[in-house]
């Protein structure tokens, strides 16, 4: 895992704590479920695509499956900085001192979103920001 990847993975977006030095353990990662369910629908082994149907070997065996590749697609989501867009985009950057901010390029260099100041450490990676949620929990599911 590279230095941006292992400093912002998934502390900062995930809505749950996690522990990286945990990850052997069993994880409720809602990315992780989402994607072993996924690949458990499609298999072949899977009668009719019903998770409930699988073994709990074969939904170990998915959810396995899903972290590598979820893992994966995080690495190379990171690029260098050099290849930020410098148009006002807001990105998620990799900073020395700081893990992971959301930041824009305007004027002499990259500014934090929510006072407009310049980030003291020049990032090194970036990413676009994730795309929203399709859908919203309810309130009194908050």
């Known amino acids: ?20 030095k945990k990850w052997g353990q069993n994880m409720t990662d809602p990315r992780i479920e989402a994607a072993a369910w996924m690949i458990g629908s499609v298999s072949y082994s899977t009668p009719g695509g019903d998770w409930e149907k699988l073994t709990p070997y074969q939904k170990e065996h998915y959810r396995k499956l899903a972290k590598i590749a979820l893992e994966a697609a995080d690495n190379a989501a990171w690029r260098p900085i050099e290849s930020a867009p410098k148009d006002g985009s807001l990105v998620l950057v ?9 930041v824009s390029f305007w004027g002499a ?34």
């Open 1 to 20: 895992m590279n230095v941006a990847a292992a400093s912002c993975a998934s502390p900062v977006i995930t809505p749950f704590p996690i522990h990286p």
């Open 109 to 142: 260099g990259w500014r934090e979103t929510t006072n407009g100041l310049m980030l003291r450490d020049n990032p090194t990676h970036w990413q676009p920001l994730p795309k929203p949620p399709t859908t919203y929990a309810p309130d009194s599911a908050r």
């Open 94 to 102: 990799a900073v020395k001192h700081i893990g992971c901010d959301v």
